[in-house]
């Protein structure tokens, strides 16, 4: 099983956002919880806690049990999906999941989009090569969030992803942060604030 921390709502629970930290290509060893990958998603969840559990905003971040993708086997993707049913028999189905991933993270979320639950993907620095599916996008809310200096993964393959996407799903938004490389660490207030406002536009009733 992948392990979560849970950060619950404060009254009854009207929105869930799934954290999704980065990886390896190709690791068969464990995660643990000291990597940077790991603890770089940490922030966003406790942004996301302080902006959202008043208004009833539950945070699952969720550790991988391998670090690596692992080619055809997308290791991250079945721990996404696990967690996933886990919300669902938590809360319901009528209680919808936005998924924040970073670089392979990104990937995992776009990937596990089809869940019944899910209504929105936030995919910060993704890791897209060329090829991968989108058509479990369909209905689904995306933002795709790339900086210009980032020489880890591909701004480009964000764009031509996005592209693709629009062919499934007409709200598409992406953002081009100037000067910004992998980590997101030159101004990291702005993603995490990038990030609550998309997931808490997800609040019933738009709030």
Same mark, same amino acid.
């Given at each position: ?40 998603? #940490?922030?966003?969840?406790? *942004? +996301? !806690?302080? &902006? %959202? ?5 539950? =945070? ?43 670089? #392979?993270?990104?990937?995992? *979320? +776009? !990937?596990? &989009? %089809? ?5 929105? =993907? ?50 598409? !938004? ?34």
């Amino acid at each position: 099983m992948p392990y979560t921390t849970v950060h619950p709502a404060q009254g009854a629970t009207r929105l869930v956002a799934v954290v999704l930290h980065g990886g390896r290509e190709t690791s068969t060893a464990p995660t643990t919880a000291w990597q940077m990958s790991v603890l770089r998603m #940490m922030p966003f969840a406790w *942004a +996301l !806690r302080s &902006a %959202g559990a008043r208004r009833g905003l539950a =945070v699952w971040r969720v550790r991988y049990r391998l670090r690596g993708w692992n080619g055809p086997e997308a290791s991250p993707v079945a721990d996404a999906e696990q967690v996933l049913e886990q919300v669902r028999l938590a809360y319901g189905i009528d209680v919808p999941v936005v998924m924040i991933g970073h670089s #392979m993270g990104g990937r995992t *979320a +776009l !990937r596990a &989009a %089809g869940h019944p639950n899910v209504r929105g =993907v936030a995919a910060l620095a993704p890791w897209l090569p060329k090829g991968e599916p989108v058509e479990q996008l369909r209905d689904r809310r995306l933002l795709l969030a790339h900086g210009s200096d980032d020489r880890t993964t591909s701004p480009r393959a964000t764009h031509y992803y996005a592209e693709r996407a629009r062919e499934i799903t007409r709200d598409v !938004r992406v953002v081009d942060v100037p000067g910004e490389n992998h980590a997101l660490l030159r101004n990291p207030g702005y993603w995490h604030d990038l990030s609550s406002d998309f997931v808490l536009s997800f609040l019933p009733g738009g709030e």
